[in-house]
């Protein structure tokens, strides 16, 4: 069938400056550039370019310009080019239309509607430089009660598990399998560094990475993939996935390309076989039965472990939390729906569930109001691109959010949104060893970390701005927030004031 799919992207190549040295070619794993040595000319099939712009970063005389195509087609104002582009690639598959990362949607970014407030002349600022600053964090259930030994000086509490991190951040969930090996050792690796924790999603952790064990969130999801006592006794935290921000109310999908002997070791799975997670977990169907589950992870895992449930936020979120909490999840982790995936039928990621500020919101108002927010922390996931997002959410409730576009942009993702293809041109999202190699995980780590602690100095400047000197007392205080541009209801579901009040 001749397809009439118009090419996304314009190649330019200025001949002026290419060499013929033939990295473009090499570094396209879509298969873009192609030498002619008859004519010792670079031609390329712009149909197969993606946009990822690896060539264009490699090209050693910047002889490249990869760009959006201009399309001649008459402007339409109620079908634009993805709608064009979307049919006409089912027209010619018939099949579901697959996407990687988050939802690219112009749904409203909260966080870009809410401003922060800064000390003037009472409560004078703090400045970070000079005096101690503390961004550390206890993820887990509070004690019901502290009581204190005037007599002995001591305070007794009986502590349920907690785990401390050193920053709010956490590396969210990024399987082995949808991300490379190097992808994910760096991940773990800075967790470690940073002090903080990588979740390993649903694809099973490999056996020679436990060393870090004190660094990660096992997930426990509804294929099992990886999931064995030693796995469950090797976290710090376990949690149940429930659900995923980018595509709520159905499973997961790893192509049988992408499970290579490594990826099905760790996943205790054929290799080459497709790994399919059902979309529900066959043994929830109510709150009682996720109360089952929590309590048979504690049990195995000895009472030592705060158990984390996961949910994409949708409506009635904060009930859906409220209902996790008296299960008895110390964790209550939120997905919004720009929360990122390595492949997601396209339609679900860009129609369903809603803005995780909304949802966080209503659900920290939700569990203060029924008196046990101090019964879990909340995390929140779902679009985090700077140290901003992270503090207004801080300030809305959260105890700490989890990243995962913003750490596969730090190891040099350039968000093309082709993870489902198993084709990275940037070795993070593929099991390609040609391609995978390209990642080294000692330089993703470190950019990971540099992100890290460039966000968590701007954090400190920020709260020193509001004379605050610990995180602690940001969270949840949402009278150092204010809406700018936005309804009243949306004002009233955030539970801050407008700016000028
Ligand atoms: S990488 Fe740049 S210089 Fe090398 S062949 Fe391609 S366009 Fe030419
Ligand atoms: S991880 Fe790779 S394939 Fe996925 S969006 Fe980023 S650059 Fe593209």
Not at 16 to 23: E, Q
Request: overall charge neutral; hydrophobic content about 40%; glycine content about 10%.
């Amino acid at each position: 069938m001749l397809s009439t799919l118009l090419p996304e992207f314009k190649i330019e190549r200025d001949d002026s400056r290419c060499i013929r040295c033939k990295v473009c070619v090499r570094q396209c794993g879509f298969k873009t550039h192609r030498y002619d040595e008859e004519d010792d000319t670079i031609c390329s099939s712009e149909e197969n370019c993606v946009g990822c712009q690896r060539c264009a970063v490699m090209c050693p005389t910047n002889a490249l310009t990869i760009k959006p195509h201009d399309w001649g087609y008459r402007p339409n104002a109620n079908w634009s080019k993805d709608h064009f582009r979307e049919l006409h690639r089912q027209a010619e598959s018939g099949g579901v239309i697959l996407t990687g990362s988050g939802n690219d949607k112009p749904y409203r970014i909260y966080w870009d509607h809410i401003v922060l407030n800064a000390s003037q002349v009472t409560n004078p600022s703090i400045d970070p430089l000079r005096e101690p600053m503390e961004l550390r964090t206890y993820l887990g259930r509070k004690p019901e009660k502290v009581e204190y030994d005037p007599v002995n000086k001591k305070v007794y509490a009986d502590m349920p598990p907690q785990v401390m991190i050193e920053v709010p951040i956490i590396f969210s969930a990024l399987s082995y399998g949808a991300i490379s090996y190097n992808a994910w050792k760096a991940l773990l690796m800075a967790a470690k560094e940073a002090g903080t924790l990588c979740n390993t999603g649903e694809g099973g952790w490999p056996v020679e990475l436990r060393e870090y064990s004190n660094r990660v969130i096992a997930q426990c999801a509804s294929g099992r993939f990886g999931v064995d006592l030693d796995y469950l006794n090797s976290a710090s935290i376990v949690e149940i996935k429930i659900g995923q921000g980018a595509k709520p109310g159905i499973g997961g999908h790893l192509p049988g390309e992408k499970v290579s002997s490594d990826v099905s070791l760790t996943r205790m799975i054929p290799e080459g076989t497709d790994a399919l997670s059902p979309a529900p977990q066959h043994d929830i169907y109510s709150i009682e039965d996720l109360s089952m589950l929590i309590y048979a992870l504690k049990e195995a895992t000895h009472y030592e472990k705060p158990i984390s449930v996961k949910i994409a936020a949708v409506h009635n979120a904060a009930a859906i939390a409220s209902g996790m909490v008296r299960a008895g999840a110390d964790i209550i982790a939120i997905d919004g729906i720009r929360g990122g995936t390595g492949a997601a039928p396209k339609i679900i990621r860009d129609n369903v569930g809603i803005p995780v500020e909304l949802a966080l919101a209503s659900v920290d108002k939700r569990l203060r109001e029924e008196g046990i927010r101090n019964q879990a922390s909340i995390l929140v996931a779902g679009g985090f691109r700077n140290s901003g997002d992270i503090i207004k959410a801080i300030a809305l409730g959260a105890d700490a959010v989890n990243i995962k576009t913003a750490a596969l942009v730090a190891m040099g993702c350039t968000i093309c949104q082709k993870c489902y293809t198993g084709i990275c041109n940037w070795g993070i999202c593929t099991q390609d060893p040609y391609l995978s190699k390209r990642l080294n995980p000692e330089i993703a780590k470190r950019r990971l970390v540099n992100m890290i602690r460039g966000w968590s100095l701007e954090i400190k400047e920020m709260l020193g701005g509001m004379g605050i000197n610990a995180i602690e007392s940001l969270r949840g205080n949402r009278h150092h927030l204010r809406g700018v541009g936005l309804e009243q209801w949306e004002l009233d579901v955030l539970g801050i004031k407008g700016a000028g009040m």
